[in-house]
């Protein structure tokens, strides 16, 4: 996948709740698509029994003509949904987001870094303000976060298994590229190929890039 974007740290805490949506239940086709199948049960096991976690957030997402900067951030996530991010580097080092939901009527609170930072007030924001989505590909803030990729790329996946328009090549060992052929951008398709890493022991996704239907790079993530 290229150089390395980031280190993974992953803190967590059992819940002993129940995981999500998985592929339990679906049988197996080609061995390619079933070691998927089998890594995708294991991710979504481990998540169901994480309460928060902290992660070096990397990211880099096309911007323009080409590909944006590297993005560090400093992510912890509690559920059912409250995350914060610290940005460590490029023209938004300092800055401070949080976000939980059902809670500041759906919006953002923002800390921006300045001479004064140590007595800035926190602003609220919507997500729709044009600050907020400046440089960013995903817009909503609930689509941050490794739970909201693995169910997204669960129900992708499941779905082009079904329809019989699952590509899945294994580059490395816990390396799938996966390409959902004959598919549209949709509410269930948000990339037409994907190529991920999976942590060895908790079955994870910790590395991502996303191709758009031209298969041109589309953002490099991860945690």
């Not at 995903?138 to 693995?150: V, W």
Request: aromatic fraction near 12%.
């Amino acid at each position: 996948m290229g150089k390395r974007f980031g280190a993974f740290l992953l803190v967590a805490f059992l819940a002993g709740v129940s995981p999500p949506a998985t592929a339990q239940g679906v049988l197996p086709s080609k061995p390619g698509v079933a070691r998927l199948v089998g890594l995708l049960e294991k991710g979504n096991a481990s998540y169901g029994k994480l309460r928060d976690y902290r992660a070096l957030f990397v990211k880099r997402e096309k911007s323009g003509v080409g590909m944006g900067e590297e993005e560090r951030i400093f992510l912890k996530f509690e559920k059912p949904f409250k995350i914060f991010m610290k940005w460590m580097n490029t023209q938004k080092k300092g800055l401070q987001v949080l976000y939980e939901r059902g809670r500041h009527r759906g919006k953002l609170l923002i800390h921006k870094p300045g001479i004064l930072s140590h007595v800035a007030p926190v602003i609220s924001l919507d997500q729709s303000s044009p600050w907020v989505r400046q440089g960013s590909a995903s817009y909503h803030i609930e689509d941050a976060g490794i739970g909201a990729f693995l169910k997204d790329f669960t129900g992708a996946v499941l779905d082009a298994r079904r329809k019989g328009c699952l590509k899945v090549k294994w580059t490395k060992k816990n390396v799938s590229d996966v390409t959902f052929l004959k598919t549209n951008k949709d509410s269930i398709y948000f990339a037409y190929r994907v190529r991920v890493g999976f942590d060895e022991i908790t079955g994870l996704p910790i590395h991502m890039r996303l191709f758009d239907w031209n298969n041109r790079l589309m953002g490099i993530y991860e945690y």
